[in-house]
T-cell receptor, first 110, second 113 residues
């Protein structure tokens, strides 16, 4: 069946370090992927997306890498800040629906 | 401000009550969605509307009844809910119903007594 999963439920990083959040997906036909950030008491906030014809896309302090060979997606956050503390979800577009992973909590230590 | 506004933010209701959740988007999008977010579970898609037409009902019990009067507004009518329906209900919108980023509201926290 279709599934999107995250390797690490909680990631703790030192402020200023880079963070890498990983995601595995199972449907090789998925053609579009999104990363979301969800802070406490708020809805998911769009961070960055990538289509399957790309393997890397950069935004402001964030980079998404897509490895279709092993069906793996990662989100890299440069110079992690306290405001980056949140739960991060990946989502894949499969059969015209977004399927979300269970999320990784990012904790930023001062 | 995400451009997607949900009201109320919090709702407590008994199992025999009838209430409605409201969602409004100011982004000019054509597709709108209802999701359920429970503790320790991934976001669950409930309904999809594209140009006011329902295109997806993800096996949602009939005690949840969506309504989409126009592309900017989406409602979720609730009736005879169960305690396991307590969750955060999120509305989202996107420019098209596929391969486009969905933008979420901050949700309605629903508690069923």
């Amino acid at each position: 069946g279709e599934s999107v999963g995250l390797h690490l439920p909680t990631l703790s990083v030192q402020e200023g370090d880079n963070s890498i959040i990983n995601c595995a997906y199972s449907n090789s036909a998925s053609d579009y992927f999104i990363w979301y950030k969800q802070e406490s008491g708020k809805g998911p906030q769009f961070i960055i997306d990538i289509r399957s014809n790309m393997d890397k896309r950069q935004g402001q302090r964030v980079t998404v890498l897509l490895n279709k060979t092993v069906k793996h997606l990662s989100l890299q956050i440069a110079a992690t800040q306290p405001g980056d503390s949140a739960v991060y979800f990946c989502a894949e577009n499969s059969s015209y629906k977004l399927i979300f992973g269970s999320g990784t909590r990012l904790l930023v230590r001062p | 401000e995400t451009g997607v506004t949900q009201t109320p933010r919090h709702l407590v209701m008994g199992m025999t009550n009838k209430k409605s959740l409201k969602c409004e988007q100011h982004l000019g999008h054509n597709a709108m969605y209802w999701y359920k977010q429970s503790a320790k579970k991934p976001l669950e898609l409930m309904f999809v509307y594209n140009f006011k037409e329902q295109t997806e009902n993800n096996s949602v019990p009939s005690r949840f009844s969506p309504e989409c009067p126009n592309s900017s507004h989406l409602f979720l009518h609730l009736h005879t809910l169960q305690p396991e329906d307590s969750a955060l209900y999120l509305c989202a919108s996107s420019r098209a119903a596929s391969n486009q980023p969905q933008h979420f509201g901050d949700g309605t926290r629903l508690s069923i007594l």
